[in-house]
């Protein structure tokens, strides 16, 4: 008897385009390259005054909240604003090293925690600020020490599975003015 042998599997079906208004995609194209300074959850500064005079943001420490390629996304608290910007032009600062707004630092804590991969800033509630924070994955653990670490002014957190790529988790709480 004669075998005929088996047919060869098909194609991957093709990926689909990096689209810029924040679909699966972007994850094809997000994250640093391997000589990248600032990621998501830094604390950063702008350190040329040109970049900072056209974005606005004086000398503010503000918080990298996304990560593409070749820019990142930068939050600045203090004025409410998030800006993209060239990754030459961000520059990550150790916590400490200059003073920052009370939610920057909450949510560089919470990315270090969470091993965030994107943040968005999404509302308010009464009192409480709402944010998503994508992550690839995260323990219990990790779950819980950002609860403690917000201590009475934590609101609430949902975890949202989002399919095979990242979960958003929900938090809401309240920031207290610096």
Excluded: Q
């Excluded at 990926?15 to 604390?43: K, N, Q, T, Y």
């Excluded at 707004?101 to 091993?115: D, E, F, I, K, Q």
């Excluded at 944010?131 to 219990?140: A, P």
Aim: hydrophobic fraction near 40%.
């Amino acid at each position: 008897m004669s075998h005929d042998p088996a047919p060869p599997p098909p194609p991957p079906p093709p990926r689909p385009p990096a689209v810029p208004d924040g679909g699966d995609a972007e994850d094809d194209e997000a994250g640093p390259p391997d000589d990248a300074g600032a990621a998501v959850g830094d604390l950063a500064v702008l350190p040329v005054p040109r970049i900072r005079a056209r974005v606005g943001c004086g000398e503010r420490v503000g918080v990298v909240v996304e990560d593409r390629r070749n820019v990142v996304k930068v939050f600045f608290p203090e004025i409410d604003r998030a800006f993209w910007v060239d990754r030459g032009d961000v520059l990550a600062i150790p916590e400490g090293r200059l003073p920052a707004a009370p939610l920057a630092l909450r949510l560089h804590r919470v990315c270090r925690t969470l091993s965030a991969v994107a943040v968005e800033v999404y509302d308010r509630e009464g009192d409480a600020d709402v944010f998503y924070v994508f992550t690839r994955g995260t323990s219990l653990e990790a779950l819980e020490e950002v609860r403690r670490g917000l201590g009475a002014d934590f609101r609430r957190m949902t975890i949202d599975p989002g399919g095979v790529r990242r979960t958003r988790v929900t938090l809401a709480f309240h920031t207290p003015t610096a």
